[in-house]
């Protein structure tokens, strides 16, 4: 085995893995403009380590795009919502703010998007692409539809007067706080609700035997 990662340790465990001598080379983590936890420490070990952070969920599902820029605020439980993973950022985005909060950090991105000739989401990826400790954004894609705005933000420079705009609406956000992944492995918590931890039993159960 020449890597060895990991995903959503706390900061804590983490080291206590790096100490024991495990040549962790990864750590994927979830952050984007509405979930910052990485920040709350995360970031600092990675760095001191030199551990390279693998970022999923950089565009929340879908919600950090023109989509959802001017849309009404839809409801958890969700019948508005078509899958989990809408479900799952659509809590993140309400622990960040409030939904007319979060059409402010729309309208902001949309600004800056339109200056630079680049979709909202290309914006909101290249923000986190800039950040310390950041090797690698994890996307998902349902099309080739979105290539070319993942492309561009390899290429896009934010410049102070876009980070000034962003930071004036983050600096509004009250959260999601605490560790990376607390919430979501918190006991009976609304964010563990909607999480599967039982997919290996799932797939141990629905293997032939032979």
């Excluded at 795009?65 to 958890?76: C, D, H, K, T, Y």
């Excluded at 993973?85 to 059409?103: D, V």
């Excluded at 309208?107 to 909101?124: E, F, N, Q, W």
């Excluded at 998902?140 to 979105?146: I, P």
Aim: hydrophobic share 40%; glycine share 10%.
């Amino acid at each position: 085995m020449r890597h060895v990662g990991a995903t959503n340790f706390a900061r804590s465990r983490l080291a206590e893995i790096l100490d024991a001598g495990v040549p962790l080379a990864s750590h994927q983590v979830q952050y984007s403009l509405l979930d910052r936890r990485p920040e709350g420490g995360m970031i600092g070990l990675a760095r001191e380590r030199g551990l390279g952070l693998l970022c999923y969920g950089t565009l929340a599902g879908g919600f950090l795009s023109e989509r959802w820029l001017g849309a009404p605020e839809p409801q958890v439980p969700a019948t508005e919502l078509p899958n989990r993973s809408l479900t799952k950022y659509r809590l993140i985005q309400q622990e960040w703010g409030s939904w007319a909060l979060f059409q402010e950090l729309l309208a902001a991105l949309a600004a800056i998007a339109k200056r630079h000739g680049v979709p909202l989401s290309t914006v909101a990826l290249a923000w986190v692409l800039e950040r310390p400790g950041v090797s690698a954004v994890i996307l998902g894609a349902s099309g080739a539809r979105h290539l070319d705005a993942t492309q561009r933000a390899f290429d896009l420079e934010l410049d102070a007067e876009d980070r000034t705009g962003i930071d004036a609406v983050l600096e509004q956000a009250r959260g999601p706080r605490g560790e990376v992944y607390g919430l979501e492995r918190t006991p009976g918590g609304r964010h563990a609700a909607i999480m599967r931890y039982d997919l290996n039993a799932v797939a141990t159960r629905g293997s032939p035997t032979r």
